[in-house]
Structure formats: structure tokens, C-alpha cells
């Protein structure tokens, strides 16, 4: 059964201190995998998508990487604006449908000023 | 260009009755998926439908249902509510192919059952 885990389940930081999410996954041929920004209240932002083991992917504070077991979100110099709840998920590789993603459950990611 | 836009964004039920939520996707998106959001359980996954039909199916009741018409607008449906089903309700629209996989959420139905 695809899985996904997401460490720490919040985190706490000052402006400026550096720091990285971590998202493991088990899954039967990877796709894809996703990372998301969701705000209280809001849908989920799409930040990236990674495709092979090795890829990297860049967006402002924020850097994505991704292995063959597991993905790291680094956010450089954060700010009180990313402040959010920072979730990833799997892609499987399937007969039919593209859609299907298996979520973590989350970090929720405060940054002090 | 304009995001997914899901109707109504918050409405509160009574247990056994239906609720009808309604999606709308990015211009020229074809696939639409639907998730359930939950404190306890996170992002779920519902179904999925591309050109009108249903690809996927995730392990929810069968008092959850959708369909797709041929403008790719999307409604779920869920009868018989019960007060479990209390929730954020995600639609998501991609392209739905091999040549593009980004997946676009919308702001999400809140639906109340009391």
C-alpha cells in the first residue's frame, strides 16, 4: 500500500534560521511527487512536482529534492509569510487515473519574527 | 488565468440529508479529482473523473458519488449524511495526460453536519 510520512509534525522557527522538512514514501512505481503550501482555512498550494531521484526544484526560499526513498523541502532565511502547513504526496504509477495522490498528513511550520 | 473554483465554500446539513458540491476547473483541464480533508485523517482521496467518466475510486461508502459533464464541470454528491462526514471537500483539476501533471486545488467546499 502506497504511504507517506511527513517529520517533523511542526516545527518552530526564527526568522532567518534555516531548516528542512522531511517527507518519506513507500509506493508501487513513482510517478510523481507533490508538494503543497496550504494556509488555515484555504485548498493547498502547488509548490512542485518531482519527477525522478535526483531531481531539484527551486522557488524563492524554498527547495525541493527528491530521492528514491524520500523528498526534502529546505526553506532558506524563512520568514513569518511561510508560515503554513507544508504537505506532500504520491503519485502512483497506474493503469488509469492521474489524479490519485496519497497525502501525508502534514508539518505545520511556524516562523517567528 | 482563472483557478478552480468549487460552490458553495461553507454550508451546514443535518444527518440524513444530501449535499450537492459543484467544481468548476482551469479552462482546459479534463481531469477532476475530489479529496476529503479531515483533522483526524488528512487528505483523502474520492474519485477521480476524466471526459465524463470515472477513472478512480478511493475506499469512501457509496453514499459518495460524483460525475463529470462535458464542459469537465464536476459534482459530488453525498447522501444520507451522517455527522462523520463533517469536512473540507478539495477539488482538484490537471490536464489529466501524460503531458501535464500539475494538480490545482481549489478552496474547498466546509461542509457541517449536525
Known amino acids: 500500500e502506497d504511504q507517506v510520512t511527513q517529520s517533523p509534525e511542526a516545527l518552530r522557527l526564527q526568522e532567518g534560521e534555516s531548516s528542512s522538512l522531511n517527507c518519506s514514501y513507500t509506493v508501487s512505481g513513482l510517478r510523481g511527487l507533490f508538494w503543497y503550501r496550504q494556509d488555515p482555512g484555504k485548498g493547498p498550494e502547488f509548490l512542485f512536482t518531482l519527477y525522478s531521484a535526483g531531481e531539484e526544484k527551486e522557488k524563492e526560499r524554498l527547495k525541493a529534492t527528491l530521492t528514491k526513498k524520500e523528498s526534502f523541502l529546505h526553506i532558506t532565511a524563512p520568514k513569518p509569510e511561510d508560515s503554513a502547513t507544508y504537505l506532500c504526496?504520491?503519485?502512483?504509477?497506474?493503469?488509469?487515473?492521474?489524479?490519485?495522490?496519497?497525502f501525508g498528513t502534514g508539518t505545520r511550520l511556524l516562523v517567528s519574527p | 488565468k482563472a483557478g478552480v473554483t468549487q460552490t458553495p465554500r461553507y454550508l451546514i446539513k443535518t444527518r440524513g440529508q444530501q449535499v450537492t458540491l459543484s467544481c468548476s476547473p482551469i479552462?482546459?483541464?479534463?481531469?477532476v479529482s475530489w479529496y476529503q480533508q479531515t483533522p483526524g485523517q488528512g487528505l483523502q482521496f474520492l474519485f477521480e473523473?476524466?471526459?465524463?467518466?470515472?477513472?478512480n475510486k478511493g475506499n469512501f461508502p457509496g453514499r459518495f458519488s460524483g460525475r463529470q459533464f462535458s464542459n469537465s464541470r464536476s459534482e459530488m454528491n453525498v447522501s444520507t449524511l451522517e455527522l462523520g462526514d463533517s469536512a473540507l471537500y478539495l477539488c482538484a483539476s490537471s490536464l489529466g495526460d501524460f503531458s501535464g501533471n500539475t494538480i490545482y486545488f481549489g478552496e474547498g467546499s466546509w461542509l457541517t453536519v449536525v
Open positions: 473523473y476524466f471526459s465524463e467518466t470515472q477513472r
Open positions: 504526496a504520491v503519485q502512483a504509477e497506474m493503469n488509469t487515473g492521474f489524479q490519485k495522490l496519497v
Open positions: 479552462s482546459g483541464h479534463r481531469s
